[in-house]
């Protein structure tokens, strides 16, 4: 049933391309959906030409998501490239498509699938003092999604009640949070694991050292009455500036 509609689907997809004139090539292959799959940080290359029997000395256009991409002049005749170079996030689901600068509605495109993992890997160490609050972060930005995103203490998977943590998870990044921290409970090797179905598990590790209170100035403040201070001073010696001259003659 599958091999049928996939046969059908190229079979209207060949007829297409042979009465419009317009068509586009591509590395990698684009697959029956007209999407590219691709991996981030690599290159597509999309040619766009017209078929043998249409005069090929005919400007082409192409549009990037409906707006049009600058082509230098040796790259509009009768065949066009666009290069994506490097792929980036941004990229998935975006849409190239090219057609006659004379005619648009001959006009051919193919999407992209930008595939990524999380960007999750080696160490950090992590100070933070006795009863302040705890955070770490992990990227899970990933195409397609994590199955699933693990948090561990000392290699065993993190409790959240036993230790007061709590997990958000925002699909953009998944957080680890202490609201006050304990040297006993929260000292430790932390990792966060995430695991995909195209690209398997992916982990960074976090060392968290807990350390002592130290007396924090209230800077601001401070700041506030020294000028005070100084202000009083000023105005104290300026009024009795006579005195004190006399004083030190
Ligand atoms: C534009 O292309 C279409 C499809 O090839 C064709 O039917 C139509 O006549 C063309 N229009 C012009 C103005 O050339
Ligand atoms: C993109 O590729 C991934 C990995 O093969 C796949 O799981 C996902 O469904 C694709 N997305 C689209 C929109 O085709
Ligand atoms: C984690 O392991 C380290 C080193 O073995 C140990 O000092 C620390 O107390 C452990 N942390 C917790 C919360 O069990």
Same mark, same amino acid.
């Given at each position: 049933?599958l091999?049928?509609?996939? /046969?059908?689907?190229?079979? $209207?997809?060949?007829?297409?391309t042979?009465?419009?004139g317009?068509?586009?090539?591509t590395i990698?292959d684009?697959n029956?959906?007209?999407?590219?799959?691709v991996e981030l940080? @690599?290159?597509v290359?999309?040619? &766009?030409?017209?078929?043998?029997?249409t005069?090929?000395?005919e400007?082409?256009v192409w549009?990037?998501n409906?707006?049009?991409?600058d082509?230098?002049?040796g !790259?509009?005749?009768?065949? /066009?490239s666009v290069?994506?170079?490097?792929v980036?996030?941004?990229?998935?689901g975006? =849409?190239?498509? &090219?057609?006659l600068? +004379?005619?648009?509605?001959?006009?051919?495109?193919?999407?992209l699938n930008? =595939?990524y993992?999380?960007?999750?890997?080696?160490s950090?160490?992590?100070?933070?003092?006795i009863?302040?609050?705890l955070?770490?972060q &992990?990227?899970?930005r990933?195409?397609?999604p994590v /199955?699933?995103?693990?948090?561990?203490? !000392?290699?065993?998977?993190?409790v959240l $009640?036993?230790?007061?943590?709590?997990?958000t !998870?925002d699909?953009? @990044?998944s957080?680890?949070q202490? !609201?006050k921290?304990?040297?006993?409970?929260?000292?430790?090797?932390?990792?966060?694991?995430?695991d995909s179905?195209k690209?398997?598990q992916?982990? @960074?590790?976090?060392?968290?050292?807990?350390?002592e209170? =130290? %007396?924090?100035?209230?800077?601001m403040?401070? %700041? +506030?009455?020294?000028?005070?201070?100084?202000? =009083?001073?000023?105005?104290?010696?300026a009024?009795?500036?006579? @005195?004190?001259?006399k &004083?030190?003659?």
């Amino acid at each position: 049933m599958l091999m049928f509609r996939t /046969s059908l689907f190229l079979l $209207l997809f060949y007829c297409g391309t042979q009465t419009l004139g317009i068509n586009i090539q591509t590395i990698p292959d684009v697959n029956g959906d007209g999407i590219i799959e691709v991996e981030l940080q @690599k290159t597509v290359t999309l040619v &766009c030409g017209l078929n043998g029997d249409t005069p090929s000395d005919e400007e082409l256009v192409w549009l990037r998501n409906g707006a049009v991409v600058d082509l230098k002049d040796g !790259n509009k005749k009768g065949r /066009s490239s666009v290069c994506i170079n490097p792929v980036i996030y941004e990229d998935n689901g975006a =849409t190239f498509a &090219c057609h006659l600068h +004379a005619n648009t509605s001959d006009k051919a495109s193919v999407s992209l699938n930008v =595939t990524y993992h999380p960007q999750l890997s080696g160490s950090e160490e992590v100070t933070v003092e006795i009863d302040s609050p705890l955070v770490l972060q &992990c990227d899970m930005r990933a195409n397609p999604p994590v /199955s699933s995103m693990t948090w561990s203490l !000392n290699g065993s998977i993190v409790v959240l $009640l036993e230790g007061g943590f709590a997990v958000t !998870n925002d699909g953009f @990044k998944s957080q680890l949070q202490v !609201n006050k921290v304990d040297k006993l409970l929260h000292e430790a090797t932390y990792q966060c694991t995430s695991d995909s179905p195209k690209y398997g598990q992916h982990s @960074k590790t976090f060392y968290v050292t807990v350390t002592e209170k =130290t %007396i924090k100035f209230p800077l601001m403040p401070m %700041i +506030a009455g020294l000028v005070v201070v100084g202000l =009083t001073a000023i105005l104290a010696v300026a009024s009795r500036w006579k @005195k004190i001259t006399k &004083c030190c003659k």
